[in-house]
């Protein structure tokens, strides 16, 4: 897994590490999912987004919060993320299964995702960055 | 207590300008000396930042359940010039007008013996609650336009509730200035299946009893009564308010620039109270704060259909004690050296504790200020407190949310296990029923700082007097 929890009273702090941008945002993906419902399945459920914003953390806000939108509509639980970026441009097929009350409710409902603290860094070898769920 | 901070009076502490770069204003926060133990260095740090924001009046606040959130701390409270200063989502937080109310009933525990298994699964069948759950409600989309306009007044019009419930509301369950325009479509499409639903979280719907009168005069004036059953419920405006909040917060983290507001925290994010982007977040996060009061009326309703059906009590004996809001953003007359003055309270993790007659409250709580309803953690006692004249002075007449979390959700993860503690818990006498055990171990009891502790600071330092202590019997959570 290339994300991690750390201490947080109040909310879900996730530190996500990739090699690459597009890693931080497939794995930023897959740590909210995780927090929301746990396991999940790809069972043929796609669907496809494009976003473009002025910086690389907005462009991450955007992205978590679309599809935390989808999520809460659609009743879709995403296990799988396939991201690509183009400058601060994104676009994203995301796969996954319909929300199953039986296997998906061991999770904590996230309310949005927070500015606080959020800034993607480049260390040595990867990228990473600390992100702020409110629960 | 951290460095750089200074007593000055029992349970109260000054953070001096200075604390970080650039603070307008002093903060001030009220905790004990077994509280500070706890006390997070972030928080203070958070609650500095709000000090920077333009237009500030006064001080930067937070009560005792102070914690480490992101933009304002929780349990920040802080009051802005309507000219010079701002407004900003991160002093109200994504669960716009989150908020308790407490219900009474004619019934004892007496009457619920035997029943209380019964009791708590019915209402866990009446009340949709947890991730994804969904409403057996239908709204369409001119009725939801409606409810952002009108809040628990359009529940009631309906038949859920009576008009007794609406005059023992905060804002008599609808804060004017709601603009519908100003809520996205994807907001709206969030709202329209989720309105009676509790959702997760710390999220409740709570059993009690009254355990103990403390304040028997006021408890008179609020209709309470030692050995009482009553319940609370716990929520906000759901998915709706969430979409405000992330919607309002990316408008405004664009438009700092064209305002020239530097900021220590992005979460910060805020502008001109009269500006239009300001204007779009107040009359957004009012249809926000609407759908929440209409929430929590449906859901009384619910359950009080469930208490009538079991025990045959009539609808009219279930009276609405009060309902608070804890996460909001309110236009209000306050006294600023002697002299009346308008400003915008932005209370997040804070509850409006109005004293005796101040404008606002329910003509028949006048003499003693308005009730205030204090969540207690899973298993541990809620409070009813009254409003003060001494926070109506120090703090924009505001008081605590809640206990505030002391321990994070892995750590409580590694320490507690659902099912023991639903195990334990029901030794005790309390009930407990969630959509899955995992969720109880994030909000055990120890998860939390004391509730009794975050209450006795309050009341001792002025800001709320306490009436009257409920302990559980049972609970629902998402």
Known sequence: MSFEELDHTADVLMRVRGATITEIFSDAGRAMFHIMYGPCEDRGIVRQISLEAEDLESLLIDYLSELLFITDVENIVFCTFEVDIQGTRLSAAIRGEPFDPARHSAGALIKGISYFGLEIVKEEEAYVVDIIFDI | MLEGINMIGDLEWEVPIGYVPNMRVPGRFFLSRALAETLEEGAVRQLANVATLPGIVKHSLAMPDIHWGYGFPIGGVAAFDMTEGVISPGGVGFDINCGVRLITTPLTETDLAGKKRELIERLFAAVPTGVGAKSTLRVSNKEL????????????????????????????????????????????????????????????????????????EAAKVYGVTE???????????RGLGHQVATDHLRVLERALGKYGI?????????????????????????????????????????????????????????????????????????????????????????????????????????????????????????????????????????????????????????????????????????????????????????????????????????????????????????
């Open chain 2, 145 to 216: 336009a409606d409810i952002m306009v009108s809040g628990a007044r359009w529940a009631v019009e309906r038949g859920l509730g009576t008009g007794a419930d609406l005059i023992r509301c905060e804002e008599e369950g609808a804060m004017p200035g709601a603009d519908p325009g100003a809520v996205s479509a994807k907001a709206r499409q969030r709202g329209l299946p989720q309105l009676g639903t509790l959702g997760a979280g710390n999220h409740f719907l709570e059993v009690q009893v009254v355990r103990e009168i403390v304040d028997p």
């Open chain 2, 262 to 478: 530097l900021l220590p925290d992005r979460q910060l994010a805020c502008a001109p109270i009269d500006s239009p982007e300001g204007r779009a977040y107040y009359g957004a996060m009012v249809c926000a704060a609407n759908y929440a009061w209409t929430n929590r009326q449906v859901i009384m309703h619910e359950a009080r259909n469930v208490f009538a059906q079991m025990y045959g009590t009539d609808y009219d004996e279930m009276p609405l004690i009060y309902d608070v809001a804890h996460n909001v953003a309110k236009f209000e007359r306050h006294d600023v050296d002697g002299a009346s003055m308008e400003v915008c309270v932005h209370r997040k993790g804070a509850t409006r504790a109005f004293g005796p007659n101040a404008p606002g409250i329910p003509r028949e709580y006048a003499a003693v200020g308005q009730p205030v309803i204090i969540p207690g953690s899973m298993g541990t006692s809620s409070y009813l407190l009254h409003g003060t004249t001494t926070a109506m002075q120090k703090t924009w007449g505001s008081t605590c949310h809640g206990a505030g979390r002391v321990l994070s959700r892995s750590q409580a993860k590694k320490e507690v296990r659902g099912k023991e503690l639903r195990e334990q818990l029901a030794k005790k006498g309390i009930l407990v029923r969630a959509s899955h055990d995992s969720v109880l171990a994030e909000e055990a009891p120890e998860v939390y700082k004391p509730s009794h502790e975050v209450v006795r600071v309050v009341h001792e330092a002025g800001l709320s007097g306490i009436v009257a202590r409920l302990d559980p019997l049972g609970v629902i959570k998402g």
């Open chain 2, 227 to 237: 050995g009482q059953v009553c319940f609370m419920v716990h929520c906000g405006s």
